[in-house]
């Protein structure tokens, strides 16, 4: 296969076209990790199952997207990201259409866990069109922040759309995918070819990543529902450790890893990869024990639960250009210590609130945790993408990513654990207050970073 050169006049005359199929990319993919969450229940009422059920229509999506990242961003490398993105966004469109018509909770899961797939080829590989698109790294990081506005508009839109569908009937919140990756593949074809790093896969590496992520996420999820001292759950979480491990090695002594350990050796990589994971498991934790808590404890329409959400999601789509802003001028670590702060804020207030709070308090409170949450992702991203060259930007990419959605699996996978073994209100505050101090003892760990951080003026 020959090695496509980038032309960079070519790049340069549509990067608003590169833009534009990335946001789209993210804006679906963001989507269906919110647009589910408020129609769990009547999910349930149709198809049957119990929590761990609930846990997995959720998981199932998060986790192959989590598992996949690494081998979609060596993917997008290889074949090029245009290649990458275009396959993906078929699979996660065909894939949506799959579980609109599923007719069992099996079949839904199923197509959950394809649409995964999909979205594992689509984020990594838009990214990389915004990297070969935007040279210069200011612009590269307010572009990056308009790829996040995106997921921000989709994080506004899901749970009211989702509840409003979820009226009519909670299939169309599937269907709704469809039109929007037809539109991201018509634009698709403005983008220049990408270019292209031809090498064999690390195929051992992938198969230890999956079998890792999948054994431990599956362990936490039904050992609170057989006990996590029961044989087969510790088998589970013995051949997690030993697929994790397998993996580590792989990747350290093999030709063609998918990862490149020496991008662990820098402190602020690492640091920042460890905040990703918290912060992503307090916010999809917070959307879904938050759209469980409205419905069956305090009697919410899924409607209503949707609008209880809008403080939230609005003003993490309105205040995400201010990110961009504040970035530049102040640099990509006070961000993120900014907002873990305010994440660490809203999960305290959450943990405190009395159990007959009323439910507009409850909604203002997680107004922090939204958007605390979307003033870290734009310069954690920035801070790792500048480290690599354009060429393994597909890589880079989807080890933040995975770091990203492994946290939404865990976070979903842990707070569910705590609320199948004891009393839901116990549970809930037990998840958030455990949360809070973890990024509290973050932002602590990221201050010293900022040595090496300037802003981009």
């Given at each position: ?173 599937f269907l709704v995918n ?254 958030f207050g455990t949360t ?22």
């Amino acid at each position: 296969m020959p090695v496509l050169t980038l032309d960079p006049t070519k790049h340069a005359a549509r990067p608003r076209a590169s833009l534009a199929v990335a946001m789209l990319g993210f804006f679906v993919v963001a989507l269906d990790a919110q647009i589910v969450n408020v129609a769990l229940p009547e999910i349930r009422n149709d198809l049957g199952g119990g929590l761990s059920g609930l846990q997995w229509i959720v998981t199932g999506y998060t986790l192959m997207f989590s598992a996949l990242q690494l081998f979609s961003g060596t993917f997008s490398d290889r074949i090029g990201a245009r290649r990458a993105y275009g396959a993906g966004m078929v699979l996660f469109t065909v894939a949506s259409a799959a579980c609109a018509f599923s007719p069992s909770l099996g079949a839904l899961i199923a197509g959950r866990t394809l649409q995964g797939i999909g979205a594992a080829l689509i984020t990594p590989s838009s990214l990389a069109l915004i990297r070969e698109a935007y040279q210069d790294a200011a612009q590269r990081g307010r572009a990056i922040v308009y790829w996040g506005l995106g997921g921000s508009v989709a994080a506004a839109a899901g749970p009211v759309l989702g509840g409003l569908l979820t009226q009519l009937d909670w299939r169309l919140i599937f269907l709704v995918n469809l039109p929007v990756g037809a539109a991201a593949l018509v634009v698709l074809a403005r983008v220049a070819p990408s270019p292209q790093r031809p090498a064999p896969f690390d195929w051992f590496g992938q198969v230890t990543a999956v079998v890792a992520l999948a054994s431990l996420t599956y362990g936490i999820i039904e050992g609170a529902q057989i006990g996590y001292g029961s044989p087969s759950i510790l088998a589970l979480f013995t051949l997690a450790m030993l697929s994790a491990i397998a993996f580590v090695r792989a990747q350290a002594r093999g030709k063609h890893p998918m990862v490149p350990l020496g991008l662990f050796r820098s402190r602020t990589v690492s640091t920042v990869l460890a905040i990703a994971v918290v912060t992503m498991a307090a916010f999809y934790g917070v959307v879904f024990l938050q759209s469980l808590y409205f419905q069956q404890q305090r009697g919410a329409t899924a409607l209503e639960t949707g609008l209880l959400f809008l403080p939230m999601t609005a003003l993490v789509a309105l205040l995400n250009p201010l990110a961009a802003r504040l970035m530049v001028r102040f640099g990509h670590v006070a961000m993120i210590v900014a907002g873990q702060l305010l994440m660490a804020v809203g999960l305290a207030g959450l943990w405190l609130l009395p159990a007959n709070t009323s439910i507009l308090l409850v909604a203002l409170v997680m107004v922090p945790v939204g958007v605390g949450g979307s003033f870290t992702v734009p310069p954690i991203i920035a801070l790792v993408m500048d480290q690599v060259p354009a060429e393994n930007a597909g890589t880079a990419s989807g080890v933040i990513n995975t770091a990203r959605q492994l946290g939404g699996s865990l976070g979903v996978a842990i707070y569910g654990a705590l609320l199948a073994g004891q009393d839901f209100t116990d549970g809930l505050r037990i998840g958030f207050g455990t949360t809070a101090v973890a990024l509290l003892i973050l932002a602590a760990a990221s201050l010293p970073l900022r040595k090496a951080d300037h802003p981009l003026r």
